[in-house]
Each structure stands twice: as structure tokens, then as C-alpha cells.
């Protein structure tokens, strides 16, 4: 079965530092890829998606992710974090029917 | 519109004692559904998934069981709680621009 591997459980930056949140998957095959968002107290939103295409793809919020096929990798990125974008980020692989997350990474940004 | 309700909101049972959450979806036909389980430090994960009516795939083997008795509805099941069932559950609906997920239902085992 494919997997999902967040390399960071916990990333704390400063207001204004550039992100970068790792993603790996391990399916070899045909797959979708997202990230999502889950601020505090709030559902799991979708942030951004790749299908197919252009591998660097724009999300919301200023968030972007490049997907390099080679490196079975879609990091999520941002040049700018703000204090309100503190809250896990979860990246997901879906293949057919098989949709899996990541464990997450809880992103911190101090004001 | 397409919503995904899930019933309890909340629910706090004693180890040993049977589990019943419920799942339905409105606004689609013959979707597919999905239960997570989400527990800190552990991301989401898939506990099972369905893509039509008596069709349940298992990706965890644990003591929980799923069925689907109709279209638009998913139930979780366990016969006896364990304390490692505690948690977030997740039902979720896919589609082609990725997963819709319910309002959780928020588990304690004591």
C-alpha cells in the first residue's frame, strides 16, 4: 500500500521567514496529490491539489507546491508565513479509490 | 449541496463497551466514503473505505468494522472498545478535486 512520510512534526518560524514543509510518497504509479490545512479548532481544508500538468501549482493564501516526479516529492512552500498561518498542514496521496494522509506537520509562526 | 453529516458529535464510553458512529451524505449519488482516524502526532489515518452499498476495503486491521447499509450511509463499528480507540473520527466523501470531510466525531474511551 502507498505511504505518506512528513519529515517535520513541528516547524516554528518568525512572521516573514520562507516555509518549506517536506512531503514524500511511495507509490510508484498514477497519483493525485494535496495539501491541506486544519487551523485550530477548525475542519481540514483543502490548500492546494496537483493532477496533472504544470508541477508547480498555486494555492491559496500565497501557498505553493512543486511536484518532482523523480524524487516522489510535492513540498509545500510559502516565501512569507504570517502569525495566522499557524496550523497543521497534512499532505495527501491518492491513487484510484486509496486516498492517505500524512502525520502531519504543526506549523507555529510567532508574531 | 453536498454535506456529510456525522452523529455523535461527541461520545464518551468505557472500555468493553460496543461502538456505533454513523456517516450520511447528501446531495450525491453512490458516493465513496471514507473513515480516518485522527490522534495526535499521527496524521490521519485511513481506517476504511467504500465505493458502493455492502463494499467496505479495510486498511487497518484492528477491532473495528465498518458497513455500508446504504448508499449515502457509513457506519463504524466496534463490538469492544479499546482505550486506543480514542480519538477523531473522520468520514469523508471523494471527489475529483479531493476529499470533503464531515464535522468529526470526537471519541474518548475511559
Known sequence: AQSVSQHNHHVILS?????????????????????YVQYPGQHLQLLLKYFSGDPLVKGIKGFEAEFIKSKFSFNLRKPSVQWS?????FCAVRNNNDMRFGAGTRLTVKP | SQTIHQWPATL???VGSPLSLECTVEGTSNPNLYWYRQAAGRGLQLLFYSVGIGQISSEVPQNLSASR?????FILSSKKLLLSDSGFYLCARSSTQGQYFGPGTRLTVT
Do not use: H, I, K, M
Not at chain 1, 498561518?85 to 498542514?89: N, Q
Not at chain 2, 447499509?69 to 450511509?73: A, I
Open chain 2, 12 to 14: 464518551v464510553q468505557p
Open chain 2, 69 to 73: 447499509p446504504q448508499d449515502r450511509q
Open chain 1, 85 to 89: 498561518d499557524t496550523a497543521e498542514y
Open chain 1, 15 to 35: 512572521e516573514a521567514a520562507s516555509l518549506e514543509l517536506g512531503c514524500n510518497y511511495s507509490y510508484g504509479g498514477t497519483v493525485n496529490l494535496f495539501w
